[in-house]
């Protein structure tokens, strides 16, 4: 099945319709898709607060990227969206070419991310391969892993120097 790209915005109702998610998309704790989508709004909003609250606050999460590397436990993850989000980058990504697998308890989706990097006037285009697990935990969904890696080994080097220039 082909899903809408998830780019943070609300999901239209003809689009759920159109895909076959309307039956998914009606209650938030019947499908990681709207835990997702509501993951990139805050991200791309560059709301600390927001993204934590899609992630379990657990000690145990992990998130593996290019941003920050290994991140383990609650607070490392905030410390990385802070880096990103109340910096002077604005990075912007949407979900897209992805495969949603889900069960009871815990699901995945495993896709790409597009978007860039922004500083002033620089701008560099990404290409991320992602996949970010869920867990349903007290009635929600909740992000227990994330993992992002470049598509290019080159474009990696170029957005960490992107990152980490003053």
Same mark, same amino acid.
């Given at each position: 099945?082909?899903?809408?790209?998830?780019?943070?915005?609300?999901?239209?109702?003809?689009?759920?319709?159109?895909?076959?998610?309307?039956?998914? $998309?009606?209650?938030?704790?019947?499908?990681?898709?709207? !835990?997702?989508?509501?993951? +990139?709004? *805050?991200?791309?909003? /560059?709301?600390?607060?927001?993204?934590?609250?899609?992630?379990?606050?657990?000690?145990?999460?992990v998130m593996?990227?290019?941003?920050?590397?290994?991140?383990?436990?609650?607070?490392?993850?905030?410390?990385?969206?802070q880096t990103?989000?109340?910096?002077?980058?604005?990075?912007? $990504?949407?979900?897209?070419?992805?495969?949603?697998?889900? !069960?009871?308890?815990?699901? +995945?989706? *495993?896709?790409?991310? /597009?978007?860039?990097?922004?500083?002033?006037?620089?701008?560099?285009?990404?290409?991320?391969?992602?996949?970010?697990?869920?867990?349903?935990?007290?009635?929600?969904?909740?992000?227990?892993?994330?993992?992002?890696?470049?598509?290019?080994?080159?474009?990696?080097?170029?957005?960490?120097?992107?990152?980490?220039?003053?």
């Amino acid at each position: 099945m082909l899903y809408p790209v998830i780019k943070g915005e609300p999901l239209k109702e003809d689009e759920a319709v159109a895909s076959g998610l309307s039956d998914l $998309v009606a209650a938030e704790n019947t499908s990681i898709l709207p !835990a997702l989508n509501n993951f +990139y709004a *805050a991200f791309n909003q /560059r709301d600390v607060d927001k993204s934590i609250s899609s992630w379990a606050q657990q000690d145990n999460v992990v998130m593996c990227n290019p941003m920050g590397g290994i991140r383990r436990g609650i607070a490392s993850i905030r410390d990385g969206y802070q880096t990103i989000m109340l910096g002077n980058i604005t990075v912007y $990504v949407e979900f897209y070419d992805y495969e949603l697998i889900e !069960a009871a308890d815990i699901s +995945y989706v *495993a896709g790409r991310e /597009r978007g860039f990097a922004q500083r002033g006037e620089t701008q560099l285009d990404l290409d991320i391969r992602t996949s970010r697990i869920f867990q349903h935990i007290d009635g929600r969904w909740q992000q227990i892993h994330h993992h992002g890696s470049m598509t290019d080994a080159k474009a990696l080097q170029r957005y960490q120097d992107f990152l980490n220039k003053k």
